[in-house]
């Protein structure tokens, strides 16, 4: 059935300049532009190959998929939120509260329509994917109903704003850039200091272990690629990725790719729809892999899907994985 839609009239964007975020560093390129600005207009940021205005903080802000939204949450801006979509897991313990009272409004995608209801002046997407004609609604368009539009940098698939490779340097970027554009740049640099502090405090294994990070598939394994969020949390974990040589952050692999480099760990990404326990029963239940020593010791390690993704949970993330190898060598 149809909806009347009432589109949004364009806000009144404040004037607002605002410093630019870090810039690149040497162990990667920035994908969180610095603002700019000219001619008294307001400041704004290239994100993902799309121009955003930055001015008056948003004040309705849709949040689509779990990185979104656990950001918005972390940099307490849970009051500002009229709705997620499209969420890949619960959200933390720490972040329940938070989040008791931000409506779900879509199992998978919204689509525009869904987003128009809700009547938000900005929405945040995980995935630039999210932001397409069949699914929320192109960027250009839904600027025109004055809603203006935010992707996580790290998950930018446009030529030239690919991380290559994804480093906590640029996550931290991100932390900071999302900070100015949803207007808690204190909360977000304030969380940075923190989660440095966090990661400078780990201990890597210095085992020389292998892992494999298996993300979903059965016939094919769609397994963590040697430039993404999967080999930049494995690294800080010491751990060598049998799939480092694959180019992009994630990449379909092959059962006999994986059975022959025999990985010494296998990494479970923990989802509602293929969870680890049924990747784990799958693994054990086909002869080729369950007769990896991995298997049939049981040398798993659990990363809830939300925390898979470059976000505000990947350093705690980090650090769980890092005490079950060391659970796994007791």
Known sequence: MQHSLNPLLPSAVAVLLLSGCAGAHADGPSTAAPATSGGGAAATIDNCGFEVELGKAPERILAIKSTSLEMLLALGLHDRIVGSAFLDGPVPAEWEDRASDVPLLAEQVPSQETVLEAEPDFVFAGWESNLTADGAGERATLR????????????????????????????????????????????????????????????????GLTALWYSSGTDTPYVGAGSGAPQMVLDAVGLENIAAGADGAWTSYSWEAIVDANPDVIVLVDAAW?????KIAMLKSDPVTAALPAVQQDRFLIVPFPASEAGVRTVDATADLIQQLETLGR
């Open 274 to 278: 293929n969870s680890a326990d049924m």
């Open 144 to 207: 025109e109903f004055g809603i203006r539009t935010y992707v996580a940098p790290s998950a930018c698939r446009t030529e030239g704003y690919v991380p290559d490779p994804m480093t906590f340097d640029l996550l931290f970027d991100e932390i900071l850039q999302a900070g100015e554009v949803f207007g808690a740049a204190d909360a977000a640099k304030q969380l940075v200091a923190e989660q440095r502090t966090t990661l400078e405090s780990l201990v890597p294994s210095s085992d």
